[in-house]
Protein backbone atom coordinates (compact mmCIF):
# COMPACT_ATOMS: atom_id res chain seq x y z
CA UNK A 1 0.00 0.00 0.00
CA UNK A 2 3.08 2.67 1.29
CA UNK A 3 4.45 1.84 -2.45
CA UNK A 4 1.24 2.58 -4.25
CA UNK A 5 0.40 5.75 -2.58
CA UNK A 6 4.41 6.31 -2.74
CA UNK A 7 3.85 5.98 -7.07
CA UNK A 8 0.67 7.97 -6.80
CA UNK A 9 2.44 11.17 -5.10
CA UNK A 10 5.47 10.64 -7.48
CA UNK A 11 3.49 10.45 -10.31
CA UNK A 12 1.47 14.18 -9.35
CA UNK A 13 5.26 15.42 -9.45
CA UNK A 14 6.58 13.86 -12.69
CA UNK A 15 3.80 15.62 -14.13
CA UNK A 16 4.49 19.19 -13.00
CA UNK A 17 8.24 18.41 -13.89
CA UNK A 18 7.17 17.32 -17.60
CA UNK A 19 5.03 20.34 -17.82
CA UNK A 20 8.54 22.40 -16.38
CA UNK A 21 10.64 21.04 -18.66
CA UNK A 22 8.63 21.77 -21.54
CA UNK A 23 8.41 25.42 -21.17
CA UNK A 24 11.94 24.91 -20.57
CA UNK A 25 12.65 23.05 -23.63
CA UNK A 26 10.49 26.48 -25.34
CA UNK A 27 12.53 28.78 -23.40
CA UNK A 28 15.92 27.49 -24.70
CA UNK A 29 15.07 27.24 -28.65
CA UNK A 30 13.64 31.19 -28.13
CA UNK A 31 17.03 31.68 -26.74
CA UNK A 32 17.27 31.05 -22.81
CA UNK A 33 20.57 31.96 -21.32
CA UNK A 34 22.01 29.13 -20.36
CA UNK A 35 24.39 28.92 -16.82
CA UNK A 36 27.76 29.10 -17.37
CA UNK A 37 29.59 26.65 -15.24
CA UNK A 38 32.05 23.67 -16.54
CA UNK A 39 31.00 21.51 -13.47
CA UNK A 40 27.17 21.52 -14.07
CA UNK A 41 27.36 21.32 -17.88
CA UNK A 42 30.66 17.84 -17.13
CA UNK A 43 27.52 16.54 -14.39
CA UNK A 44 25.31 16.66 -17.12
CA UNK A 45 27.72 14.73 -19.87
CA UNK A 46 27.95 12.08 -17.55
CA UNK A 47 24.50 11.52 -16.70
CA UNK A 48 23.95 11.40 -20.45
CA UNK A 49 26.68 9.02 -21.58
CA UNK A 50 25.58 6.59 -18.74
CA UNK A 51 21.48 6.76 -19.68
CA UNK A 52 22.91 6.02 -23.54
CA UNK A 53 25.40 2.97 -22.47
CA UNK A 54 22.65 1.75 -20.15
CA UNK A 55 19.90 2.20 -22.92
CA UNK A 56 22.27 0.46 -25.53
CA UNK A 57 23.12 -2.40 -22.85
CA UNK A 58 19.55 -3.17 -23.38
CA UNK A 59 18.16 -1.60 -20.20
CA UNK A 60 16.50 1.62 -21.45
CA UNK A 61 13.58 1.36 -19.08
CA UNK A 62 15.75 1.23 -16.36
CA UNK A 63 17.64 4.32 -18.12
CA UNK A 64 14.61 6.12 -17.89
CA UNK A 65 14.34 5.57 -14.68
CA UNK A 66 17.64 6.45 -13.57
CA UNK A 67 17.30 9.55 -15.95
CA UNK A 68 14.25 10.86 -13.73
CA UNK A 69 16.39 11.25 -10.32
CA UNK A 70 18.57 13.44 -12.17
CA UNK A 71 15.51 14.96 -13.31
CA UNK A 72 16.16 18.27 -10.49
CA UNK A 73 19.06 19.21 -12.27
CA UNK A 74 16.72 21.28 -14.16
CA UNK A 75 15.85 23.14 -11.27
CA UNK A 76 19.54 24.84 -11.71
CA UNK A 77 18.12 26.31 -15.08
CA UNK A 78 14.60 27.36 -13.77
CA UNK A 79 16.32 29.30 -10.84
CA UNK A 80 19.26 30.31 -12.81
CA UNK A 81 16.87 32.38 -15.30
CA UNK A 82 13.29 32.98 -13.64
CA UNK A 83 13.16 32.63 -10.15
CA UNK A 84 14.36 35.63 -7.56
CA UNK A 85 14.16 36.29 -3.54
CA UNK A 86 10.09 37.12 -4.25
CA UNK A 87 9.84 33.81 -5.39
CA UNK A 88 11.81 32.41 -2.55
CA UNK A 89 9.69 33.96 0.23
CA UNK A 90 6.37 32.65 -0.94
CA UNK A 91 8.43 29.31 -1.49
CA UNK A 92 9.06 30.04 2.41
CA UNK A 93 5.61 30.45 3.33
CA UNK A 94 4.33 27.35 1.79
CA UNK A 95 7.44 25.28 3.53
CA UNK A 96 6.38 26.87 7.17
CA UNK A 97 2.72 25.66 6.25
CA UNK A 98 3.10 22.51 5.27
CA UNK A 99 6.15 22.13 8.65
CA UNK A 100 3.47 23.58 10.77
CA UNK A 101 1.02 20.40 9.30
CA UNK A 102 3.85 18.34 9.98
CA UNK A 103 4.21 19.51 13.94
CA UNK A 104 0.59 19.00 14.41
CA UNK A 105 0.94 15.46 12.73
CA UNK A 106 3.68 14.31 14.92
CA UNK A 107 2.30 15.78 18.13
CA UNK A 108 -1.22 13.95 17.30
CA UNK A 109 1.25 10.96 16.53
CA UNK A 110 3.47 10.84 19.50
CA UNK A 111 0.16 11.09 22.44
CA UNK A 112 -2.82 9.22 19.76
CA UNK A 113 -0.89 7.48 17.28
CA UNK A 114 -0.23 3.94 16.76
CA UNK A 115 3.44 2.76 18.07
CA UNK A 116 4.63 1.82 15.24
CA UNK A 117 8.04 2.33 16.61
CA UNK A 118 8.16 1.59 20.41
CA UNK A 119 7.08 3.61 23.54
CA UNK A 120 9.08 6.19 24.91
CA UNK A 121 9.82 6.48 28.66
CA UNK A 122 6.86 8.43 28.72
CA UNK A 123 4.21 6.33 27.08
CA UNK A 124 4.24 8.26 24.22
CA UNK A 125 4.56 6.82 20.61
CA UNK A 126 8.34 7.00 19.48
CA UNK A 127 10.01 8.47 16.45
CA UNK A 128 6.81 10.50 14.77
CA UNK A 129 7.34 11.41 11.13
CA UNK A 130 4.02 13.44 10.66
CA UNK A 131 3.02 13.94 7.14
CA UNK A 132 6.27 11.55 5.46
CA UNK A 133 6.73 8.53 5.27
CA UNK A 134 9.63 7.61 7.77
CA UNK A 135 11.30 9.83 10.67
CA UNK A 136 14.54 10.29 8.62
CA UNK A 137 12.45 11.97 5.65
CA UNK A 138 10.89 14.72 8.25
CA UNK A 139 13.53 15.37 10.22
CA UNK A 140 15.88 16.25 7.01
CA UNK A 141 12.76 17.92 6.08
CA UNK A 142 12.45 19.88 9.35
CA UNK A 143 16.21 21.09 8.60
CA UNK A 144 16.07 22.42 5.38
CA UNK A 145 12.84 23.80 6.18
CA UNK A 146 14.60 25.62 9.00
CA UNK A 147 17.73 26.42 6.84
CA UNK A 148 15.03 28.28 4.50
CA UNK A 149 13.63 30.25 7.25
CA UNK A 150 16.31 31.70 8.95
CA UNK A 151 18.22 31.74 5.71
CA UNK A 152 15.78 34.13 4.29
CA UNK A 153 15.17 36.27 7.34
CA UNK A 154 18.85 36.85 7.12
CA UNK A 155 18.88 37.97 4.03
CA UNK A 156 16.24 40.15 4.62
CA UNK A 157 17.18 41.69 8.05
CA UNK A 158 20.92 40.51 8.45
CA UNK A 159 19.85 38.47 11.70
CA UNK A 160 17.41 35.58 12.36
CA UNK A 161 13.77 37.36 13.93
CA UNK A 162 11.83 36.05 16.62
CA UNK A 163 9.78 33.48 14.29
CA UNK A 164 12.99 32.00 13.45
CA UNK A 165 14.11 31.38 16.77
CA UNK A 166 11.05 30.19 17.43
CA UNK A 167 11.50 27.47 14.69
CA UNK A 168 14.95 26.46 15.74
CA UNK A 169 12.98 25.48 18.83
CA UNK A 170 10.41 23.37 17.50
CA UNK A 171 12.61 22.17 14.85
CA UNK A 172 15.37 20.55 17.27
CA UNK A 173 12.66 19.42 19.42
CA UNK A 174 10.75 17.49 16.64
CA UNK A 175 13.97 15.92 15.23
CA UNK A 176 14.90 14.95 18.53
CA UNK A 177 11.31 13.20 18.91
CA UNK A 178 11.92 11.87 15.69
CA UNK A 179 14.55 9.85 16.54
CA UNK A 180 16.90 10.02 13.60
CA UNK A 181 20.36 9.98 13.44
CA UNK A 182 20.92 11.85 10.14
CA UNK A 183 18.52 14.88 11.41
CA UNK A 184 20.62 15.23 14.69
CA UNK A 185 23.96 15.67 12.95
CA UNK A 186 22.47 18.03 10.03
CA UNK A 187 20.94 19.95 12.80
CA UNK A 188 24.44 20.61 14.33
CA UNK A 189 25.92 21.34 11.43
CA UNK A 190 22.85 23.80 11.11
CA UNK A 191 23.96 25.30 13.90
CA UNK A 192 27.55 25.34 13.54
CA UNK A 193 26.99 27.19 9.87
CA UNK A 194 24.77 30.19 12.14
CA UNK A 195 27.43 30.58 14.47
CA UNK A 196 30.43 30.67 12.46
CA UNK A 197 29.04 32.75 9.40
CA UNK A 198 25.86 34.96 11.35
CA UNK A 199 26.83 35.21 15.08
CA UNK A 200 27.89 38.65 15.72
CA UNK A 201 30.79 38.07 18.38
CA UNK A 202 34.54 39.61 18.33
CA UNK A 203 36.99 37.63 16.24
CA UNK A 204 38.68 36.16 19.23
CA UNK A 205 35.56 34.78 20.71
CA UNK A 206 34.63 33.22 17.56
CA UNK A 207 38.42 31.76 17.19
CA UNK A 208 37.98 29.78 21.24
CA UNK A 209 34.31 28.88 20.68
CA UNK A 210 34.26 27.28 16.88
CA UNK A 211 36.94 24.40 17.24
CA UNK A 212 34.57 23.27 20.64
CA UNK A 213 31.85 23.67 18.22
CA UNK A 214 33.24 21.82 15.11
CA UNK A 215 33.23 18.47 17.90
CA UNK A 216 29.49 18.65 17.80
CA UNK A 217 28.85 16.48 15.25
CA UNK A 218 31.55 13.97 16.32
CA UNK A 219 29.84 13.95 19.71
CA UNK A 220 26.44 13.76 18.53
CA UNK A 221 27.83 10.75 16.11
CA UNK A 222 29.73 9.09 19.45
CA UNK A 223 26.20 9.77 21.71
CA UNK A 224 23.33 8.69 18.95
CA UNK A 225 21.89 5.65 21.13
CA UNK A 226 21.59 8.59 24.06
CA UNK A 227 20.32 10.86 21.64
CA UNK A 228 17.77 9.10 19.86
CA UNK A 229 16.81 6.90 22.64
CA UNK A 230 17.65 3.75 19.86
CA UNK A 231 20.05 1.29 20.79
CA UNK A 232 20.42 -0.40 17.66
CA UNK A 233 20.99 2.52 15.45
CA UNK A 234 24.99 1.53 14.86
CA UNK A 235 22.86 -0.95 12.87
CA UNK A 236 21.87 1.39 10.66
CA UNK A 237 25.25 3.50 9.91
CA UNK A 238 27.34 -0.22 9.92
CA UNK A 239 24.57 -0.95 7.63
CA UNK A 240 25.15 1.95 4.79
CA UNK A 241 28.69 1.40 5.17
CA UNK A 242 28.49 -2.29 4.38
CA UNK A 243 26.07 -1.57 1.42
CA UNK A 244 28.55 0.98 -0.33
CA UNK A 245 31.71 -2.13 0.61
CA UNK A 246 29.34 -4.57 -1.17
CA UNK A 247 28.78 -2.92 -4.00
CA UNK A 248 33.20 -2.03 -4.04
CA UNK A 249 33.76 -5.34 -3.75
CA UNK A 250 31.38 -6.53 -6.53
CA UNK A 251 32.62 -3.66 -8.93
CA UNK A 252 35.47 -3.82 -11.32
CA UNK A 253 37.39 -0.80 -11.58
CA UNK A 254 35.24 0.47 -14.86
CA UNK A 255 31.97 0.28 -12.97
CA UNK A 256 33.99 1.96 -10.19
CA UNK A 257 34.75 4.89 -11.98
CA UNK A 258 31.79 5.34 -14.47
CA UNK A 259 28.79 3.29 -12.59
CA UNK A 260 27.20 0.19 -13.06
CA UNK A 261 24.22 1.54 -15.30
CA UNK A 262 21.70 4.52 -14.92
CA UNK A 263 18.74 3.39 -12.26
CA UNK A 264 20.74 0.97 -10.23
CA UNK A 265 21.07 2.02 -6.79
CA UNK A 266 18.15 4.42 -7.13
CA UNK A 267 15.10 4.31 -4.94
CA UNK A 268 12.72 4.82 -7.93
CA UNK A 269 13.71 1.91 -9.67
CA UNK A 270 13.23 -0.71 -6.80
CA UNK A 271 10.06 0.87 -5.81
CA UNK A 272 8.92 0.00 -9.38
CA UNK A 273 10.71 -3.23 -8.98
CA UNK A 274 8.75 -4.33 -5.83
CA UNK A 275 5.33 -3.49 -7.95
CA UNK A 276 6.62 -5.07 -10.87
CA UNK A 277 8.81 -8.19 -10.37
CA UNK A 278 9.41 -9.14 -13.83
CA UNK A 279 8.71 -5.95 -15.79
CA UNK A 280 12.35 -4.48 -15.10
CA UNK A 281 15.30 -5.72 -16.93
CA UNK A 282 18.89 -5.57 -14.85
CA UNK A 283 16.42 -5.96 -12.05
CA UNK A 284 19.18 -8.67 -10.64
CA UNK A 285 21.14 -5.52 -10.35
CA UNK A 286 19.43 -3.40 -8.25
CA UNK A 287 19.29 -2.31 -4.78
CA UNK A 288 18.46 0.00 -1.86
CA UNK A 289 21.89 2.01 -1.84
CA UNK A 290 20.52 4.22 1.03
CA UNK A 291 23.05 7.28 0.71
CA UNK A 292 23.49 9.87 -1.66
CA UNK A 293 26.70 8.47 -2.16
CA UNK A 294 26.81 5.17 -2.82
CA UNK A 295 23.73 5.24 -5.10
CA UNK A 296 26.02 8.20 -7.44
CA UNK A 297 29.21 6.03 -7.65
CA UNK A 298 26.49 3.19 -8.59
CA UNK A 299 24.51 4.86 -11.27
CA UNK A 300 27.09 7.55 -12.74
CA UNK A 301 30.30 6.34 -11.09
CA UNK A 302 33.33 7.67 -8.61
CA UNK A 303 34.22 11.10 -10.67
CA UNK A 304 30.67 12.16 -10.97
CA UNK A 305 30.80 11.86 -7.18
CA UNK A 306 34.40 13.97 -7.39
CA UNK A 307 32.94 16.55 -9.88
CA UNK A 308 29.26 16.98 -7.54
CA UNK A 309 31.47 17.65 -4.15
CA UNK A 310 33.60 20.15 -6.07
CA UNK A 311 30.59 22.09 -7.46
CA UNK A 312 29.05 22.45 -3.99
CA UNK A 313 32.57 23.35 -2.53
CA UNK A 314 32.72 25.92 -5.01
CA UNK A 315 29.13 27.23 -4.53
CA UNK A 316 30.03 27.72 -0.83
CA UNK A 317 32.62 29.67 -1.48
CA UNK A 318 30.93 32.08 -3.90
CA UNK A 319 28.07 31.78 -1.01
CA UNK A 320 30.66 32.96 1.76
CA UNK A 321 32.00 35.77 -0.43
CA UNK A 322 28.82 37.84 -0.08
CA UNK A 323 26.45 36.38 2.36
CA UNK A 324 23.75 38.81 2.40
CA UNK A 325 23.49 38.45 -1.30
CA UNK A 326 20.50 37.41 -2.83
CA UNK A 327 20.13 33.40 -1.45
CA UNK A 328 23.70 33.37 -0.69
CA UNK A 329 22.38 33.15 3.01
CA UNK A 330 20.01 30.58 2.61
CA UNK A 331 23.05 28.50 1.02
CA UNK A 332 25.39 28.51 3.37
CA UNK A 333 22.92 26.74 5.80
CA UNK A 334 21.33 24.76 2.50
CA UNK A 335 25.01 22.66 1.32
CA UNK A 336 26.89 21.45 4.13
CA UNK A 337 23.65 20.15 5.81
CA UNK A 338 22.94 18.88 2.48
CA UNK A 339 26.12 17.16 2.27
CA UNK A 340 25.66 15.61 5.66
CA UNK A 341 22.06 14.28 5.30
CA UNK A 342 23.36 12.60 1.32
CA UNK A 343 25.15 9.83 3.85
CA UNK A 344 21.87 8.63 5.14
CA UNK A 345 19.73 9.11 2.27
CA UNK A 346 19.84 9.46 -1.78
CA UNK A 347 18.85 13.39 -1.53
CA UNK A 348 18.37 13.74 -4.77
CA UNK A 349 14.98 11.69 -5.02
CA UNK A 350 13.50 12.66 -1.93
CA UNK A 351 10.87 15.80 -2.50
CA UNK A 352 10.76 19.01 -1.58
CA UNK A 353 14.05 18.54 -0.34
CA UNK A 354 15.88 17.97 -3.89
CA UNK A 355 13.91 20.44 -5.60
CA UNK A 356 15.04 23.08 -3.08
CA UNK A 357 18.56 22.17 -3.02
CA UNK A 358 18.86 22.39 -6.95
CA UNK A 359 16.84 25.79 -7.06
CA UNK A 360 19.58 26.96 -4.26
CA UNK A 361 22.32 26.07 -6.72
CA UNK A 362 20.70 28.52 -9.59
CA UNK A 363 20.31 31.46 -7.48
CA UNK A 364 24.07 31.12 -6.27
CA UNK A 365 25.22 30.53 -9.93
CA UNK A 366 22.98 33.25 -10.92
CA UNK A 367 25.09 35.68 -8.44
CA UNK A 368 22.16 38.36 -8.15
CA UNK A 369 18.72 36.56 -7.64
CA UNK A 370 16.97 40.17 -7.26
CA UNK A 371 17.66 42.71 -4.72
CA UNK A 372 16.16 41.78 -1.53
CA UNK A 373 14.61 44.76 1.23
CA UNK A 374 12.24 45.32 3.71
CA UNK A 375 9.96 46.71 1.22
CA UNK A 376 10.20 43.84 -1.19
CA UNK A 377 11.91 42.35 -3.49
CA UNK A 378 13.63 44.75 -6.78
CA UNK A 379 14.17 42.27 -9.25
CA UNK A 380 16.59 42.35 -12.03
CA UNK A 381 15.59 44.00 -15.49
CA UNK A 382 13.74 40.99 -17.11
CA UNK A 383 10.39 42.91 -17.50
CA UNK A 384 8.98 41.30 -20.59
CA UNK A 385 5.59 39.97 -20.28
CA UNK A 386 6.65 36.67 -21.41
CA UNK A 387 9.32 36.71 -19.31
CA UNK A 388 6.80 37.63 -16.50
CA UNK A 389 4.17 35.22 -17.54
CA UNK A 390 6.53 32.45 -17.42
CA UNK A 391 8.28 33.16 -13.91
CA UNK A 392 4.34 32.83 -12.78
CA UNK A 393 4.01 29.59 -14.52
CA UNK A 394 7.07 28.04 -12.76
CA UNK A 395 5.97 30.21 -9.04
CA UNK A 396 2.71 28.10 -9.30
CA UNK A 397 4.02 25.24 -10.33
CA UNK A 398 6.41 25.00 -7.57
CA UNK A 399 3.52 26.23 -5.15
CA UNK A 400 1.22 22.75 -6.30
CA UNK A 401 3.87 20.47 -5.99
CA UNK A 402 5.34 20.96 -2.19
CA UNK A 403 1.73 21.37 -1.55
CA UNK A 404 0.75 18.07 -3.08
Not at 109 to 115: M, N, T
Not at 157 to 178: E, H, P, Q
Not at 266 to 295: E, I, Q
Request: a positive charge; hydrophobic letters at 55%.
Amino acid sequence: MNSEVEIIIKSIKDFLLVIIFLLFLKDVLSGYKLVNNLLVWLMIAIIFVSFFITSLDGKPFLAIIGLRSFSPFLMIFIAYNYLDMDMIGKIVKILSFVLVLGFCAAFAHAFLGYPIEGTTYFGLAARPFGIFFHPWSFATFICFVLCFRVGFDISLYKRATKGSLILIVLSTLFIFLAGSGTGLLTLSVFFISYFFFFCRLRPYIKAVVMPILLLIPLFAFANLQLLTGRSNIYISVKTRIDILVDFINSAGIKEIAIGKGLGIGSNAAVTFLRLNPVGLKGANMLFTSDSLYTSLIAQVGIFFVIIFILFNVFLFITAAQSKYQGANAIALFVIPVAMVASLGNSLIEFFPVNWLLFIVYGLVLRKQPGLLTRQGVVSESQDSSVTGYRKRTYEHSFCIAILG
